[in-house]
């Protein structure tokens, strides 16, 4: 079978905010534009599949799954993906453009439940089988249902402003559904989570002395083992990763207040100011004194 390339414009406005909604009811093909349901396809955004009804057997880059109602997962950006079949299927999608979303989803990643199932839950699919993946009960679903509802509503009536209302409801849903992860007892989802949430804490407290050591017993794993699952997972070692969290908060005092260098430095984790200037300028390919003057 040949893999189609979904055609962004099909999903997102040329203008607005790249989120998008789409649903399905049962199993007719073709029940909105672009729909590629039955087709394997791919693309470079993200897709958030939530299962209301029926089941079917999903095929992810040449692994089959069997998905029921209450399963959500996510398809990364470049994933090839189609339903081979379906049984009286209901199902939500909601698209985005992490890309696009990169600066809510930093903020996002102070709850390890959304590391956990955003980030790390896509890269162990594969090796575990599916078994990380997210099932929530019925009463989890209701109130998710109606988030799900609300952002249809806003969708159908696209009025001036749609598509910033499409994203505030999408950031809702992502918020609880981290937080029903958190609350998944399976083992697999416990030490995704315990990832997570050593994410979160790099996020949130990267003024701090941090260590391997200290990193590897927070995941509850031996350095040897966490190193290439993390760098797998964000593209950076641990200490890597906070360099660049300590980064990116540099950057943003730089604009935001008129602090001396030092002092940036020094609020952003970096007791040696020259260390800073030449991390600063490795990263960003500018001076910090540069940057803040455009």
């Known amino acids: 079978m040949q893999t189609v390339i979904a055609n962004r414009a099909d999903f997102f406005t040329e203008d607005g905010c790249p989120v998008a909604l789409r649903t399905i009811h049962g199993d007719m093909p073709v029940q909105h534009e672009g729909d ?6 791919t693309h470079d955004f993200s ?5 209301t009804a029926g089941g079917g057997e999903h095929w992810i880059n040449g692994d089959t799954y069997q998905v029921q ?5 996510l398809i990364q950006g ?8 379906r049984y009286k299927l209901g199902m939500y999608n909601i698209m985005f453009d992490d890309t696009y979303l990169k600066d809510h989803l930093r903020s996002l990643r102070a709850l390890s439940g959304f590391n956990a199932f955003f980030l790390f839950e896509p ?5 575990h089988k599916f078994k990380s993946h997210l099932h929530i009960p019925p009463e989890s679903m209701r109130p998710l249902m109606t988030k799900l509802q609300e952002m249809t509503e806003e969708f159908a009536v696209n009025r001036p402003g749609s598509d910033l209302m499409l994203l505030a409801k999408a950031l809702e849903i992502f918020v609880y559904i981290s937080r029903e992860y958190s609350k998944n007892q399976n083992p697999m989802a416990n030490s995704l989570c315990r990832l997570g949430e050593l994410i979160s804490m790099l996020e949130n407290n990267y003024t701090e002395h941090w260590t391997l ?9 031996a350095p040897s083992t966490l190193l290439p699952v993390f760098k797998k997972v964000t593209g950076y070692s641990p200490i890597d990763y906070l360099l660049q969290v300590r980064l990116s908060k540099a950057a943003e005092l730089l604009l935001k207040t008129a602090l001396p260098i030092s002092e940036v430095a020094l609020k952003c984790g970096f007791p040696d100011s020259n260390y800073f200037s030449r991390q600063f300028r490795k990263r960003y ?9 455009g």
Request: proline share 2%; aromatic share 10%; hydrophobic share 30%.
């Open 36 to 41: 590629l349901t039955d087709i394997r396809h």
């Open 47 to 51: 897709e958030l599949i939530i299962i």
């Open 69 to 73: 109602a209450g399963d959500i997962f």
């Open 78 to 85: 470049n994933t090839e993906h189609y339903f081979e079949k």
């Open 123 to 127: 890269t162990y699919r594969r090796s």
């Open 213 to 221: 050591n200290r990193i590897s017993k927070i995941a509850s794993m």
């Open 285 to 293: 390919s500018v001076s910090p004194k540069n940057y803040r003057n």
